[in-house]
């Protein structure tokens, strides 16, 4: 019985950042924008507008009303909307709950290829969405085999994994470091660019040891400091950016960038208690112990 329940804690931490993920993204799409803008603003995309007799103006519209652009990536939004309610309700015998998450998870995909577009091909930015992307994945998995299953640890790995990597690729420089992780840095702790620079250079290098911790005596550890920086990392959007001078506090800019990031510290926190000494009982050879 005991057993009985800290699987469905763990599954219900899943569906919490699951929830957290779609739901940030929904208030991007309905609220602002999706960021589909690489994927759609191409010739060949308005050519083939042309070819099946839609006019300029009505595919990207005409600065009063809205092009079929704006139309469907706002509809998107919806579909968010949709993503966001499965994933606290899906069961193992709803086949069409799970498939649409798979879906959802797709969508994630799609939207961290537009953002490595946008990035002009940077490697990182495309790896660290892992996290984000094989959420929805990794609850289905949970539902259908079990929190404990190898399958379902894996994937959660192997999305904790990215998202550290790619974030510590940018932080020590392999990649140019953003201008708002500067900012962010600047902001909430007060340091300069020479400071900020080696204090990135610092939580990079441990990005990339938590990564190799895993295989270590020391995984606890390792995890349990990855659920605290991705917390952290993930409020630090808000925090920083957030300010009473700003209509809502500036809550409709920057809360919805925490929240979506929630499979950062969902993630490792999910691991850690799969794998804590505590979790492990006797299970069959498709269960990690």
């Not at 340091?191 to 020391?218: N, Q, R």
Request: charged share 10%.
């Amino acid at each position: 019985m005991q057993s009985d329940s800290k699987e469905q804690r763990r599954i219900w931490w899943l569906r919490l950042g699951t929830f957290l993920c779609f739901a940030g993204w929904t208030w991007q799409h309905l609220y602002w924008e999706g960021p589909y803008g690489e994927l759609l603003w191409h010739d060949s995309t308005f050519q083939f507008a042309e070819w099946i007799g839609i006019s300029w103006d009505r595919f990207i519209g005409d600065g009063n009303q809205p092009g079929i652009i704006q139309i469907w990536i706002a509809r998107t939004g919806w579909l968010f909307v949709g993503f966001s309610v499965v994933s606290l309700t899906a069961s193992k015998q709803s086949k069409i709950q799970l498939a649409s998450l798979i879906f959802g998870s797709t969508m994630l995909a799609v939207i961290a290829y537009a953002r490595y577009l946008q990035s002009q091909y940077e490697l990182p930015m495309l790896i660290e969405h892992g996290g984000q992307v094989l959420m929805p994945v990794i609850l289905v998995l949970a539902i259908q085999l079990g929190s404990r299953h190898w399958a379902t640890v894996t994937a959660a790995i192997v999305a904790f994994v990215m998202t550290f990597a790619g974030h510590g690729s940018y932080a020590v420089g392999i990649w140019p470091t953003p201008a708002n992780f500067f900012g962010m840095t600047n902001v909430l702790l007060g340091l300069e660019y020479e400071s900020a620079k080696l204090f990135l250079l610092t939580v990079g290098v441990l990005d990339f040891a938590i990564c190799v911790g895993l295989m270590s005596p020391w995984r606890a550890g390792c995890l349990l400091y990855g659920g605290l920086w991705g917390f952290l990392t993930a409020a630090a959007r808000p925090a920083a950016g957030m300010s009473t001078g700003l209509y809502y506090w500036g809550a409709d800019q920057f809360l919805h960038e925490a929240i979506l990031r929630a499979p950062h510290f969902v993630i490792p926190i999910f691991i850690w208690s799969v794998l804590r000494p505590d979790s492990v009982t006797q299970g069959n050879d498709s269960t990690v112990g």
